[in-house]
């Protein structure tokens, strides 16, 4: 039996929000001092979701990409 769109769509978001609570979990362990100036050098913005999840979801070449200015 096929399920249905709304169906899909809900284990969709269940999925979604049960990776995000992983990669929290994960990444929970940086610094908030740390995490703000970091987020605005990857993002270019003050507020964001959690910075463990940011920087999962850009992956690393692009963050290591995105913070290459600020290192040199």
């Known amino acids: ?3 249905t769109l709304p ?3 809900y ?3 269940r999925i979604s929000v049960l ?3 992983h990669l929290v979990h994960l990444h929970s362990g940086i610094d ?3 995490s703000m100036p ?3 050098m990857v993002t270019g913005q003050l507020q ?3 910075i463990g999840v940011v920087l999962k979801l850009f992956g690393r070449e692009a963050v290591v990409t995105r913070l290459q200015p600020y290192l040199q």
Do not use: D, P
Request: no cysteine.
């Open 1 to 3: 039996m096929r399920s």
């Open 7 to 9: 169906e899909q769509l």
């Open 11 to 13: 284990l969709l978001t």
């Open 19 to 21: 990776l995000t609570r």
């Open 32 to 34: 908030a001092q740390f």
């Open 38 to 40: 970091l987020r605005l």
């Open 48 to 50: 964001t979701s959690a």
